[in-house]
């Protein structure tokens, strides 16, 4: 059965290595057949501020609300990205700050400490890499990336399960390993 597939690129340039992942899994999910979009946040014209938080309506850029369709219409969410300083790069995270809206990704109930999750019935996998070795992001700073896109943000709005694949030590991998690692991920979207 396909899958409508929408794979984020989350690294403010389209070239490079995060962009030859997110090529090489919508390479493999188009050939198993499923139906892919892509959005590449370093094309889009958006403030990543969210102003005021959400003490104020802040009106989405034309790119923006191109992007929140995108997302209703998936059924899986694929987001390609560098892990710097421990997590996400700024522009991808002012993206989700501006996009995964109150009203849109989730919902606060009144009088209560729970919230409503709008965005139930999708999965994602994340498709992370690094410079440090995965163990030294793992054992000794504990995966604060990780934790914050898969728990804090997207399980809160109900997107599970979510998958986090790690690509790393990049800046030391040799040609042939980065080359296996995008055989990996092609093969990842093949069975999307």
């Given amino acids: 059965m396909s899958k409508r597939i929408l794979i984020i690129l989350g690294h403010p340039s ?6 030859a ?3 090489s ?11 892919v979009k892509r959005i590449f946040l370093a094309d889009l014209v958006f403030d990543p501020v969210l102003r005021s938080g959400f003490n104020c309506v ?3 850029e034309p790119d ?6 995108a997302i209703s219409w998936s059924q899986h969410l694929v987001f390609v990205y560098p892990i710097w300083w421990g997590a996400m790069p700024a522009l991808l995270k002012g993206f989700i700050d501006r996009v995964f809206l109150p009203g849109f990704a989730f919902k606060y109930r009144s009088g209560s400490a729970l919230w409503d999750k709008l965005l ?11 410079d440090s070795p995965p163990w030294y992001f793992r054992w000794f700073t504990r995966m604060p990336g990780h934790h914050q896109m898969k728990r804090a943000i997207l399980e809160f709005c109900g997107i599970k399960p979510v998958k986090i694949s790690e690509f ?5 991998s040799t040609q ?9 991920v092609n093969s990842y979207g093949l069975h999307a």
């Fill in 176 to 184: 042939q390993q980065r080359e296996k690692w995008l055989s990996k």
């Fill in 120 to 130: 139930t019935g999708r999965s994602a996998h994340l498709l992370v890499t690094m």
């Fill in 168 to 172: 790393g030590s990049v800046k030391s």
């Fill in 58 to 60: 802040q009106e989405l």
């Fill in 14 to 19: 389209n070239i490079g290595y995060c962009g």
């Fill in 64 to 69: 923006l609300e191109a992007a929140q369709a």
């Fill in 21 to 23: 992942l997110a090529d």
């Fill in 25 to 35: 899994y919508a390479a493999g999910a188009e050939t198993a057949g499923n139906e």
